[in-house]
């Protein structure tokens, strides 16, 4: 069984019933992997939503009840994960310490990590691998 890890922009995607969700939620279907969010894209969304960035009305029990109903589990990062992290080569034209974790964790854990963030192809010889 495939092993996924979904991005924060999956995420928001999800909560916003953002067009892109019904392809992902079909993809999702088809797999028929094993799912999952980093507690870090859990403590990135919170930023975005108390900063004002990102303007979705879900408390933080409605946002695990969510994740429940679709079979998607939540992750915490691990020792492991932080030891690729201090590996993980840094780019200027990517430096986002949120994503960098999740990019992490999705190397360390053997998932493959759907996003639509177009810099995560720099971490390819990094071993990540993306949808």
């Known amino acids: 069984m495939r092993r996924f890890l979904l991005d924060t922009c999956v995420l928001i995607w999800l909560l916003s019933e953002d067009r892109r969700v019904k392809e992902i ?3 999702i279907r088809y797999f028929q992997g094993d799912y999952a969010v980093s507690t870090i894209t859990i403590m990135e969304l919170l930023y975005l939503i108390q900063s004002g960035k990102l303007k979705i009305d879900i408390s933080f029990d409605e946002l695990i009840n969510l994740l429940k109903s679709r079979n998607i589990k939540l992750e915490e990062t691990n020792r492991e994960s932080l030891r690729v992290l201090s590996e993980l080569p840094f780019f200027k034209k990517h430096p986002d310490p949120f994503d960098r974790v999740i990019i992490s964790q999705a ?3 053997n998932r493959t990590l759907i996003s639509g963030d177009r810099n995560f192809i720099l971490y390819k010889d990094a071993r990540l691998l993306t949808i």
């Open 25 to 27: 939620s079909e993809d």
């Open 107 to 109: 190397i360390s854990e």
